[in-house]
């Protein structure tokens, strides 16, 4: 185990668990953050097997729903007592981590998607919680507009302005997003680090280290 805390980062698991075990060190992590898309339109029942599992790995989470999850997903996170969607944590090392899961509008019709206006009701809620932390973590399952992380076949951005717009204005260390599983990439908007490591049954997860120097983050692949 390395001299830093760190976090594993993931997202669209998609009901495949089978990458988390793979992934190095999983265990000794300060704990296991899904950014959406635990299920492909699932509800409770399915969502419960993806939680099982990553408690098996690492029994510390933060999770939230995608727009892949049904909305009863999001009562049962809560009810577990690690739902970020609206809301944000600040862990025992003193980073919040605060989250806006659902996604902007697709063309798929999935279970859970919102417009932006709700999206940036959410993130100024889920700010609120940790805005005194001066280490801060935004988990958004929609990626911000207008980055690497965004785009998809022929060169199309797909993000959300609202996240783009709480990004330009909190300025949070990192952004773990997901959503938009061939736009693997880190980017940046001003200081932050915008990290997608994509689908999570490819092997792409993030690792997201507080060391002497602030919060840092990494694509990796298990």
Known sequence: MTGTAFWIGVGDIHDDVSALGRIPEISDAAGIVISGDLTVRGGVADAKRVIATARGHNPVLLAQIGNMDKDEVDAYLTAEGINIHATGRVTPQGVGFFGCGWSTPTPFGTPSEAGEDRIAAWLDAAHGAVAHCPLLVLVSHTPPLGTAADVVGGGTHVGSRAVRDCIERVQPDICLTGH??????????????????????????????LGPQGLSARLCRA
């Open 180 to 209: 938009i599983h061939e736009a693997t990439a880190v980017d940046r908007i001003g200081r932050t680090v915008i990290i997608n490591p994509g689908l999570s049954a490819a092997g792409g997860f993030a690792r997201i280290e």
